[in-house]
């Protein structure tokens, strides 16, 4: 705890302090609410405004309240010394209290403190210098630029100017453990915002000059080039590591979805807040049914504090039983039991994380309007909806699951954007990890084209929605139009930062255009967020596998296809794909001899499209196995060569119903293949070379203004 003493001394009757006094108010302002967000600092601003406001603009929360009043009461302090010694001169002093109000803004703009805190106080001296001018009836620009307190949306790189901030040159996402999170970007809810016109241009040189950044909004235009979104790279501490365990069901029906998709609510409440470092759900569900030992499960994750509870559905009534536990000694220091309907859900959500914002003594700004947007008011439908998340998370058989309930979640309200988003994302996965439902073979085409339809619904609701944004980002990726997808996704990022799955998405999306450094780190972001997740192990190991292709590098592999049922084909692509270039196919037969848990099926079918290699042309091979996971481009290479590896290229690429994700584009051959006129050929008919004039050259390669296309030898 910080503590600040005065010197009363100071405050002599006889002088004119107001400059005091501001520095006082704003001090314990920043000090009391440095951690608000942007609509809470904006809010406790216009309370304490020399003019009424009639903005629709949102309201002040119960401690803002306290801490306003309170300020007020100081300022009345000033107003009676002034009534009292000055009262000939009152618009004159009127005007100074203003105006020291606007240096002190200054003054905290230029001192060492954080993005945010400046920028919170530079947003507070420029309210104070537009009521100065209103008081004073001067004209000033009413339209111009809109300054956001941007540290509490996105955190601009450290050095960068406000030209730079407002370049077009594309970023990351955000790194979840640097910067709080946004519940949305769109206009309607932006977070806060004041239109200053030349006021603010005047006060963006001051403030320039004292090399502080200012961010600036997207328009309509320019959506994704206004405001880049901010990398993995820069970090911000936060306040604490949280890791919310799987509620435990006790409800009479035993299906755990319900209790499961309310654990995965309650977590993304506290992410959106940004302050919080949190594991992702993937890892903290293996603790599902080995609670026992609190500190080791706090060591695996390692995090802070862990919330565990319980959860009885019955028919509509809900109770909540959330316990906040320590860690480092598994000390209890926080349980409450909450009593609700189904129907008041979100406010249940919004008061355990509250609770628990309180006891940890970090101010959460959660807005309730904003979560209740993303849902629904229907009970059985957002019910629906929270199962369906759950099986989305498992993967595998699960998503029939998945399909069910979010189908008829939209059946039972056919506006639940969100729902319409989840159910899209399901429709899109079901054929890489669902061979056949109910009997019937999984038909790729179908599922894309359902998926399609669920992604173009929900953004017709809304457009603004992290899962919407997902699912849209999912779709232009599957069409082939990569910047519009690279948009969704970064956009669908800037509004939840901790979207761990849009990182895998969207890492898959930036390997295939060619950032394959970029990719990397998004992924070993997603790995950090969620630690224990195998399908994030094993595309970190694809990537650094891909870049240098060792016996190192490819043991981790196999060790994932050997444990993995789930990843099994994809691994056991890239084993083949490595021992082929290697000339070690006889190695590869081993792995998959040896195989103990792989099926009868996969085995049959990897050794006889080996046998297969040894007797028939690689061309027939490949028209032979080209749907099978199984084939990979280094295989094909190794047989046949440039022509045949192009010929694959084209189908996966272009003409194929079932889209692949990170294996696309054959980067490992580009250096060989680049100069072959096909290989661009195909590039260009996917899309890709628009892509690079648009957002630059794939990582080693030189894309040339007559069409020439150059790449590096991989390492």
């Keep these: 705890m910080e503590y600040y003493l005065i010197d009363l001394a100071l405050y002599e009757s006889e002088q004119y302090l107001f400059y005091d006094h501001a520095y006082f108010e704003l001090a314990s302002l920043l000090m009391s609410r440095g951690s608000a967000s942007a609509r809470a600092w904006e809010a406790i601003v216009r309370e304490l405004g020399h003019f009424e ?19 007020q009461a100081l300022r009345q302090s ?3 010394w002034i009534e009292e010694h000055e009262a000939d001169r009152l618009s004159f002093m009127e005007s100074q209290t203003l105006l020291a109000r606007v240096a002190v803004g200054l003054s905290f703009a230029h001192k060492r403190l954080s993005l945010e805190l400046r920028q919170m106080a530079f947003f507070y001296a420029a309210a104070n210098l537009k009521d100065y001018l209103q008081l004073h009836r001067l004209e000033w620009s009413r339209t111009g630029p809109v300054f956001e307190i941007g540290a509490r949306l996105s955190t601009t790189p450290g050095g960068e100017t406000p030209a730079e901030a ?7 996402p955000p790194n ?40 600036w909004p997207e328009n309509d235009a320019t959506t994704q080039t206004q405001r880049p979104t901010p990398g993995p790279s820069e970090t911000i501490e936060a306040a604490a590591s949280l890791a919310v365990l799987p509620f435990q069901n006790l409800s009479a029906d035993q299906d755990d979805s319900f209790a499961d998709g309310l654990s995965i609510e309650i977590a993304s409440v506290f992410a959106r807040t940004g302050m919080f470092r949190m594991p992702g759900m993937a890892s903290t569900f293996q603790f599902e049914d080995n609670l026992d030992d609190f500190r080791a499960i706090g060591r695996a994750l390692n995090v802070d504090y862990l919330l565990e509870g ?8 809900l109770t909540i039983a959330a316990s906040l536990v320590r860690a480092e000694d598994g000390f209890l220091i926080w349980s409450q039991t909450f009593n609700e ?70 059946q039972i309200n056919a506006d639940f954007a969100s729902a319409w988003g989840a159910l899209s994302l399901v429709y899109n996965v079901i054929p890489t990890f669902v061979k056949e439902i109910d009997g019937r073979p999984v038909n790729a085409a179908v599922y894309y084209r359902k998926a399609k339809e669920a992604a173009l619904r929900a953004q017709q609701i809304d457009p603004d929605l992290p899962l919407v944004r997902h699912a849209m980002g999912y779709l232009y990726q599957r069409e082939r139009q990569w910047a519009a997808a690279e948009d969704a996704f970064q956009a669908a990022l800037r509004n939840d930062p901790y979207a761990h799955r849009v990182m895998l998405t969207y890492a898959a999306l930036l390997y295939t255009v060619g950032k394959r450094a970029e990719a990397g780190e998004f992924v070993e972001r997603a790995r950090e967020i969620d630690p224990l997740n195998e399908l994030y192990d094993l595309w970190a190991a694809f990537l650094r596998w891909q870049g240098d292709q060792t016996e190192q590098t490819i043991a981790p592999i196999e060790e994932i296809f050997q444990r993995s049922p789930q990843y099994r084909e994809i691994a056991l692509r890239m084993i083949i794909d490595h021992r082929a270039r290697a000339g070690e196919l006889d190695k590869a037969r081993d792995v998959i001899e040896g195989c103990g848990g792989c099926s009868e099926a996969l085995r049959t079918t990897a050794l006889t499209m080996l046998d297969t290699a040894l007797i028939q042309p690689a061309e027939q091979l490949f028209d032979e196995y080209k749907d099978d996971n199984t ?24 003409d194929a119903i079932r889209r692949l994700v990170f294996f696309t584009v054959p980067w490992p051959l580009v250096d060989v293949l680049d100069q072959d006129d096909r290989f661009l050929d195909v590039a260009d008919d996917m899309g890709l070379v628009t892509y690079w004039r648009m957002r630059g050259d794939p990582d080693g390669c030189t894309l040339t203004d007559d069409s020439s296309f150059t790449c590096q030898p991989a390492p």
């Design 53 to 71: 406001r009639e903005d629709d603009l949102p309201g002040l929360k119960t401690d803002d309240i306290g801490l306003v009043e309170l300020m």
């Design 341 to 410: 309907t189904v129907d008041n859900v979100f406010a249940t959500q919004e008061r355990i994380a509250e609770a628990i914002g309180a006891e940890l003594s970090t101010p959460l700004d959660i807005d309730a309007d904003i979560l209740k947007a993303e849902r629904t008011d229907d009970p059985r439908a957002y019910e629906l909806f929270v199962r369906g998340l759950a099986l989305l998370e498992q993967r595998g058989l699960a998503l029939d699951d998945a399909e069910a309930v979010l189908e008829r979640a939209v």
């Design 631 to 654: 084939m990979g481009y280094q295989f094909l290479y190794a047989l046949g060569g440039a022509g045949v590896t192009i010929e694959a290229f084209r189908y996966y690429g272009i």
């Design 310 to 317: 319980t959860v009885l559905l019955d028919g509509d009534n």
């Design 166 to 172: 407002a370049g077009t040159v594309r970023s990351p």
């Design 78 to 80: 000033v107003t009676r």
């Design 176 to 215: 979840p453990a640097a910067a709080p999170a946004s519940p949305t970007s769109s206009p309607s809810r932006r977070r806060s915002w004041l239109r200053y016109g030349a006021l603010v241009g005047l006060l963006i040189v001051l403030f320039a000059l004292a090399g502080i950044d200012v961010l």
